[in-house]
């Protein structure tokens, strides 16, 4: 019969192979960066259609300008726009004068739209949190999955939010991720990839969106939901006319 120390010590070790059996987060996210090009970016311009409005990204050094362009029917032209320091509006070439709030819903906005088509580039932000969250099988392919929050410093306007992310172990491909909101009292999607475009080496995606009334905020569970066929479809997120330039020093 083992005694309580051999019995502690046991304990202690299987604790210790556990953990250092499990996947690095960090790993995993980088290889799926170097798979879909995104290593790569530095010093780009980035330009695409999403549902009617006109994003731009510039990056160069350090400094960044997301700015998104659109048509009031009513009012003109509207360009919005933020930089590593400002918030700004302006209206068929005029600028507005904006209070706080305002800056908010821009940069909120602008934010949103920019992270989501930045992936997983974005999963490397100094502000992100990154944890391994198990494996699982989705149609026939194995998964890692990997849990993302955020720090309050740095994690924009929705920190509050988090992500589950499902990384296919052979490609490296991010073919599915899931996140959960906090704004209007709170609830959750699932996206499963839809169709890629590879634009001068970035991969970009466009998904399929879903949701469920059941899933609570247990968004790592969407896995088995989607594979039962119990989520309901929201709409399709799809980009148009996709540019990548690289910015000459």
């Known amino acids: 019969m083992l ?28 290889e799926a960066i170097k798979s879909s090009g995104w290593n790569a970016f530095k010093n780009n311009d ?5 549902r009617g409005v006109h994003f731009k990204v510039f990056h160069n050094n350090g400094r960044f300008i997301y700015e998104k362009i659109f048509l009031d029917t009513t009012q003109g032209i509207i360009r919005e726009g933020m930089t590593n320091d400002s918030t700004y509006k302006e209206l068929n070439g005029l600028e507005i004068l904006l209070e706080e ?11 949103q739209v920019v992270y989501f088509n930045m992936l997983p580039y974005k999963l490397n932000d100094t502000s992100v949190n ?3 969250a198990g494996e699982s099988v989705i149609k026939g392919k194995d998964y890692y999955k990997i849990k993302v929050t955020f ?30 909101y906090h704004t209007n009292g709170g609830s959750s999607r699932f996206r499963s990839v839809k169709k890629q475009h590879n634009v001068n080496g970035f991969v970009f995606y466009d998904w399929e969106n879903f949701t469920s009334d059941e899933i609570g905020d247990e968004i790592e569970n969407y896995d088995q939901y989607y594979s039962a066929g119990k989520l309901k479809k929201v709409s399709d997120i799809e980009l148009k006319n996709i540019d990548v330039i690289e910015v000459k020093k």
């Open 151 to 180: 720090d309050d410093k740095g994690g924009g306007d929705d920190y509050q939010d988090w992500f589950i992310y499902w990384f296919e172990k052979d490609t490296k491909s991010m073919d599915y991720f899931a996140y959960y």
């Open 46 to 50: 980035i330009e695409f259609d999403f």
């Open 130 to 132: 990154k944890v391994f």
């Open 101 to 111: 709030a305002q800056k908010e819903k821009i940069r909120s906005s602008i934010n």
């Open 3 to 30: 005694n309580k120390f051999t019995r502690l010590a046991l304990i202690t070790v299987s604790l210790f192979i556990t953990y250092c059996a499990s996947p690095n987060p960090d790993e995993i996210v980088n």
